[in-house]
């Protein structure tokens, strides 16, 4: 009967974490994401610093979907990970040919999402918009079973040679529905790793990519999120390098020498491999999302990094938010959408800025020309028509950021949580 008692405590704590993120700036936020009621009471958590460059890696680590490791996964949060076994070989699982005959084609038309419409008031509430983005958490009785996988077998987490996998070890032990499959594929000379994070109790969710392997914060939102959403998250592994054997994943979509004529970082060129490998993962049932993340501040003002909600271009326009939170509406934090159009001929972008701009969360509108093609997955999929392209940049570690973002993001387009 101990043991019994003893168990049930094991997983209620489990649960706890992988349901009730840390706050993020728990003062100012608090209205944003309403928190589950706690299994247990807990100490207030300190408002995070910002990341030190170089230093993502260790901000991030204790801060995926347990922001404190429950005591029956063993080891303090934030604790070394024990060095992960080499994986057997895989075999190419790419063919030569690319997916189509006509690979530049562009798809049909994708049916769409609705989004609400705008606040008409810009000074109400943020609570009254985010009522239903944090719902209840599972019962403190209930018990996690992984689901049966139909055509197919999932790689045991320890045999994968990822950090992010193993910085994450405690997430995939709490939640028995998030598999891992593996894709590995040769392109120009080099062998591209994919890993692929499903959930197994709701493949049909929402669909992440994160293309930046040194961007920890975004593949650790991304695992929120397939936990709590289901869908998938497909990831570039380059062993925590931003760009791999030379070439950036992110400028490296395309087709065909005609479309990625323009394409001044993409070397050699066309990569109908690496384009079909990734935009295969998405579906029409939901937009076209992706995860990054990015160095403090914007390098032409003193900072050092390229993007920025407090500046606009000719390509990118930034909308920084009306009702700032602290914390979640610094000038590296922001949805970043696109479009064909300039702005002011695209309503879609203006009712998300509308609707985002109260909550305290930035926008970020990138005008998609087909002559400025560079190559990035939000050129591919707009000149494509995959559908609506979502990318939620935070500066580098704020993955609390990052998690509050998605969950409004998902909220808005009406994707909904598991628990």
């Given at each position: 009967m101990k043991n019994h008692f003893a168990c049930h405590a094991t997983a209620a704590l489990a649960l706890a974490a992988l349901t009730v993120p840390a706050a993020l700036m728990a003062e100012d936020l608090g209205l944003i994401r309403p928190k589950a009621r706690p299994l247990a009471e807990t100490a207030a958590t300190p408002e995070p610093a910002p990341a030190a460059p170089g230093s993502e890696a260790r901000d991030s680590a204790g801060a995926s979907l347990f922001p404190r490791r429950p005591a029956s996964l063993g080891g303090p949060s934030g604790?070394?990970?024990?060095?992960?076994?080499e994986p057997t070989a895989l075999a190419d699982t790419i063919g030569d040919e690319p997916a189509s005959a006509d690979p530049d084609q562009p798809m049909a038309e994708p049916a769409g999402i609705t989004p609400p419409p705008a606040p008409q008031d810009e000074q109400v509430q943020v609570a009254s918009l985010t009522t239903h983005i944090r719902p209840r958490a599972r019962p403190e009785g209930l018990v996690l079973t992984p689901?049966?996988?139909?055509?197919?077998?999932?790689?045991?987490?320890?045999?994968?040679?990822?950090?992010?996998?193993?910085?994450?070890?405690?997430?995939?032990a709490a939640d028995p529905d998030l598999c891992i499959t593996q894709e590995v594929?040769?392109?120009?000379?080099?062998?591209?790793?994919?890993?692929?994070?499903?959930?197994?109790g709701r493949k049909r969710g929402p669909v992440w990519a994160a293309l930046h392997d040194n961007e920890d914060s975004a593949f650790d939102a991304g695992l929120y999120s397939v936990s709590r959403y289901g869908g998938s998250m497909v990831a570039v592994e380059?062993?925590?390098?931003?760009?791999?054997?030379?070439?950036?994943?992110?400028?490296n979509f395309g087709k065909s020498a005609n479309i990625t004529g323009p394409c001044l970082d993409m070397s050699p060129k066309p990569s109908p491999k690496f384009t079909q490998a990734i935009s295969k993962h998405f579906n029409r049932r939901f937009p076209v999302m992706t995860m990054h993340s990015n160095d403090n501040g914007y390098a032409?003002?003193?900072?050092?990094?390229?993007?920025?909600?407090?500046?606009?271009?000719?390509?990118?326009?930034?909308?920084?938010?009306?009702?700032?939170?602290?914390?979640?509406?610094?000038?590296?934090?922001?949805?970043?959408?696109?479009?064909?159009?300039?702005?002011?001929?695209?309503?879609?972008?203006?009712?998300?800025?509308?609707?985002?701009?109260?909550?305290?969360?930035n926008v970020i509108y990138e005008h998609v020309r087909p002559q400025k093609n560079d190559c990035s997955f939000s050129f591919h999929t707009l000149l494509n028509k995959m559908g609506d392209y979502y990318n939620i940049e935070v500066e580098h570690g704020r993955v609390e950021a990052q998690k509050a973002i998605l969950d409004a993001l998902m909220n808005y387009i009406g994707a909904r949580p598991l628990y």
């Open positions: 604790a070394a990970v024990a060095p992960v076994p689901t049966e996988v139909a055509g197919g077998k999932c790689t045991d987490p320890a045999a994968v040679r990822d950090r992010d996998v193993a910085r994450n070890m405690a997430a995939f594929f040769t392109e120009h000379g080099r062998q591209w790793h994919l890993v692929i994070v499903t959930n197994k380059a062993g925590e390098q931003r760009s791999f054997k030379g070439q950036d994943p992110n400028r032409g003002n003193g900072g050092s990094g390229h993007i920025s909600a407090a500046r606009s271009s000719a390509t990118m326009r930034g909308f920084m938010s009306t009702n700032p939170k602290r914390g979640l509406s610094d000038e590296d934090n922001a949805i970043l959408t696109a479009g064909l159009n300039p702005y002011e001929s695209e309503a879609k972008a203006q009712r998300l800025v509308q609707h985002f701009s109260p909550l305290g969360i």
